[in-house]
């Protein structure tokens, strides 16, 4: 099972940035198939402890497997890490050294057709990261109206065809429910012809999904409940795969990081602000050459780090 989850992306720079220590505890918000933390760990030993969030059980019962020789310096929480305000008080855990947020969908997730996560599989629409979660893109595709379909395509896919695919998919619920990867695929393709297709179902399928899960929201809210466990000195580390994520997470560190909040008006000056974050990386950390090559998911990896105040 191990093998069916990607290869931990920009390794190196985690440890550099995040710089686990002994006796640390940290977050690792992504869980997967435990790369990530099986690599703090054993950059930390022997004290230091992970808390593992996932909403995947497939990827807690990998992580499990691959991170067993850790023992109890590992706990496995089934859940998103956007409810770390609550869960890390029922571990009786006031302070973290650290958080890791590795975003996006793993390699297992892609591969598994009956997951509906990929246009390159067959399988039922759903995409939910937990299987027993509430809605699912089959009911994003075959409930929602034109105008909220083309919404989240543009605003979650930054699709510029998004009010045409719309009305194909309303069209083509008419002759009955769209059911599967391939039926969604075959509308995109009869709305937009073949030049640019992949693309184009790379971005109706990310907007899809990003709607499914909520991750924009959640991931709003897994850094503002970051802000109150990690201690001063703590890092914050995040590797996003898509601008939206990016942009997130650039314009959060870039708020909590500001040392004068404008003023509301030219004629007052800015106000003195106490920031509670320093960027650490003033541009994202990407790949080398070298890993893209090695590992095709990390190609549009990119890695932003700040440290708590």
Known sequence: MIDEYHTPVLVDAVLHYLQPKPGGVYVDGTLGGGGHSEKILMNSSPSSRVIGFDMDPDAIASARSRLKQFGERVRFIRDNVANLRKRLPELSVARL??????????????????????????????????????????????????????????????????????????????????????????????????????????????????????????????????????????????????????????????????????SATKLLPDRPSEPRLKVLTKKPVVPSAAEIAGNARSRSAKLRSAERI
């Open 97 to 262: 050294d650290g958080l890791l947020l590795d975003l996006g969908i793993s390699s297992h997730q892609i591969g598994a057709g009956e997951r509906g996560f990929s246009f390159q599989e067959p399988g039922r629409l759903d995409m939910r990261m937990d299987p027993a979660s509430g809605i699912d893109a089959w009911s994003v595709i075959n409930t929602y109206d034109e105008v909220r379909l083309s919404e989240i395509l543009w605003n979650f896919g930054e699709e510029r065809a998004s009010r045409r695919i719309a009305r194909r998919i309303i069209d083509r619920r008419k002759q009955g429910p769209i059911d599967t990867t391939i039926d969604l695929s075959e509308i995109v393709k009869s709305a937009v012809g073949e030049r640019y297709l992949p693309q184009t179902l790379a971005r109706v399928f990310q907007a899809i999904r990003i709607e499914v899960n909520g991750e924009l929201e959640n991931l709003k809210a897994s850094l503002e409940s970051a802000m109150e466990f990690v201690a001063p000195g703590g890092r914050i580390v995040v590797i996003s795969y898509h601008s939206l994520e990016d942009r997130t997470v650039k314009q959060f560190f870039k708020e909590e990081s500001k040392e004068f909040t404008k």
